[in-house]
Structures are given as structure tokens and as C-alpha cells.
């Protein structure tokens, strides 16, 4: 493309060089012409020719010739520019939106507030949502699928309202209890990552997998999964693990271990602390993931005319004007 580009210049200017020589030539006879047998048509025409009026008048016309001259020349040049498609380039690194996203809430008593918190920060994200799935799977005792991974955002965020509304427990049993008390213990959070990575489908399409784990991680009981299995096993299914721990560093061992599980699988454990709300770790999470889905580096070209479009236009406006001056 390059070598016809030049080839396309080098022919432009060729032709305004041609143009130029044959202008050259006809005016040199023209003027030997006038010095000849023309000349003694009209007497005492040397006297016509120092007259200021008339010097006045041969220089406007020849500078309107010359610039009718050099407008052509120009308007050929760029016409030539134009013709070679004169382009531009840019390096463009893309992000890819194909991401599932599950919401993994342990709905013990001590996590309420936090659930509310990570449930109102997606319902707010969901209007900037382009292709990513969202779900939600609480747990306790034993989990419970709320929803599958969908892009339905209407239907997420009518799920998502009705889980906040649900948190206002008023009398009775809470509704996002339901079906989450039917094992011995709480918080049985090895059970609870399992099941969450479990409701991964599709694992032959190309998406990235990521679990937003919220847990006071206070076990009390004895899980059928281990946390380490359960990390192991959202490892093997390249699910990575982001965990939100309001009460992180209370317990160092068990905290550690929460740490150590998500790290395992690429991701990582936040506290929350006076200073680090849910939305800020949600963005942190945000950008590690748009980071990994981070797109091979493209180099694109696109056609970039319109200036040498417009410069085109303004000679050959400006060559009609000259020229229809000259002829009056």
C-alpha cells in the first residue's frame, strides 16, 4: 500500500511539472508573438506601455495568473494526496466484557449489613453492565441458587430488590433464610465456595469466571467441603476468588486462611474497614479484572482524507474565483 501511495504522489507531481512546462512554453510564443508582428498593429504602443494605469493593470493580471498557476498546482498536488487515501494509525489494546460474575453472600446474621452493601453496589453497577453474568447464590448452613448467571439485567435487578427488601426481617422467618438453614452449624463457607463455583456452566467458552465471596468467615460446624478444597476446585475451573471479610485481622489464622484460598485461585481477600467500603473493593476487583482481559495489542488503520478533502476544496474554489476575474 505504501509503495502505491508513492507511486500515486510521484505521478501527481509529474503531471503538475508537465502542466507547468507546457504553460511555460505557450506563454514564451504568445510573447514572442506580441514582440513580433502583433505588436505593430496598434501605434505608438510604447507610449500605451508606460502609462501607470496600464503597468497597474498588466501586474494584477499577471499575478492573477500566476496565482491561477500555482492554485492549479496545488489543487493537482493535493487532488494526489487525496487519490493516494492518505491514512493514520493507532494502537489500540481491547477489553474484553465476556465475564461471569457470581455474587456468593454468607447470609448469617453478623453479614447482613455487608450483603445489603455488595447487593445495592450491582444493583447501581448493573445500568454499565455490556455482556457480563451476573448470579447469586447465598449460603449459611447450606446454600441456596437465587438466580443463574444471566445477562437478564432486568430480571437481576428485580431478584437483587427483592433480596435487599428481604434483609428488613420484620417478623418471622426471613425469606433469604429460606433453604439456607438445612445443614448443623453456620457459615459453612467451604460448602458455600462450592457451591457458588459449581454454578459456573459453559466451561468450554472463552469468559473470564470470578466469584465475589462475602463472609464474616466465623465457621461454626463442620463444612462437608474444606475451604482449601473448595478454593482447589474453583482453581481447577479457572475461577478466581475475591473475598470481602468485614472482620479481616480479627482472627490472624483464620484470616490467613481466607487470604491463602483466594490467592490460590488468582484472587485475592479485602477487609473492611472504616476507610474501604464494598464499592471500593468491587472497583479494585474491576480493574484486576478488566487488566486480565486485557485483549493482544492491535494496530489499526483507518483512512484520514477530510483535511486534504477540505485544502482540496479551497484551491478549486479559489482557482474558479481567480479565473472568472481574469476573464472579465
Not at 494526496?81 to 453478623?110: E, F, H, K, Y
Request: charged share 20%; glycine share 8%.
Amino acid at each position: 500500500m505504501a509503495l502505491a501511495n508513492t507511486w500515486m504522489l510521484w505521478a501527481a507531481t509529474a503531471v503538475v511539472l508537465i502542466a507547468l512546462t507546457i504553460g511555460l512554453v505557450v506563454g514564451l510564443r504568445r510573447s514572442r508573438r506580441a514582440r513580433g508582428g502583433d505588436a505593430a498593429r496598434i501605434a505608438r504602443a510604447e507610449r500605451l506601455r508606460t502609462l501607470t494605469s496600464f503597468r497597474r493593470a498588466l501586474t494584477r493580471r499577471a499575478l492573477a495568473l500566476s496565482g491561477i498557476l500555482a492554485l492549479g498546482a496545488t489543487a493537482s498536488i493535493v487532488a494526489g494526496v487525496v487519490a493516494a487515501r492518505p491514512m493514520s494509525v493507532q494502537t489500540i489494546q481491547p477489553v474484553d466484557t465476556s465475564r461471569d460474575i457470581m455474587l456468593c453472600l454468607d447470609v448469617s446474621g453478623s453479614m447482613t449489613e455487608v450483603d445489603v452493601e455488595v447487593l445495592t453496589v450491582f444493583h447501581e453497577l448493573l445500568d454499565d453492565f455490556e455482556g457480563e453474568r451476573i448470579g447469586l447464590t447465598i449460603f449459611n448452613s447450606s446454600p441456596v441458587q437465587i438466580f443463574p448467571l444471566t445477562d437478564d439485567y432486568d430480571f437481576v435487578r428485580e431478584h437483587v430488590e427483592s433480596m435487599i427488601q428481604s434483609f428488613d426481617r420484620g417478623t418471622g422467618v426471613p425469606e433469604h433464610w429460606i433453604g439456607t438453614l438445612n445443614g448443623d452449624g453456620a457459615s459453612l463457607i467451604g460448602d458455600g465456595l462450592a457451591a457458588c463455583t459449581m454454578g459456573f456452566d459453559n466451561p468450554d467458552d472463552d469468559r473470564s469466571r470470578s466469584v465475589i465471596f462475602a463472609t464474616d468467615n466465623e465457621v461454626n460446624g463442620a463444612s462437608i467441603v474444606t475451604l482449601e478444597e473448595a478454593a482447589a476446585y474453583a482453581a481447577s475451573k479457572d475461577v478466581r476468588v475475591f473475598a470481602l471479610n468485614p472482620v479481616q485481622g480479627k482472627d490472624a489464622d483464620v484470616s490467613a486462611e481466607l487470604s491463602a484460598a483466594a490467592e490460590a485461585t488468582g484472587g485475592a481477600a479485602f477487609g473492611l474497614r472504616d476507610t474501604t467500603t464494598v464499592s471500593d473493593i468491587v472497583t479494585q476487583v474491576q480493574e484486576q479484572e478488566a487488566t486480565e482481559l486485557r485483549g493482544k495489542a492491535q494496530v489499526l488503520w483507518t483512512d484520514t482524507p477530510n483535511l486534504w478533502i477540505v485544502v482540496l476544496s479551497i484551491c478549486l474554489l479559489g482557482f474558479v474565483v481567480v479565473l472568472w476575474r481574469v476573464r472579465l
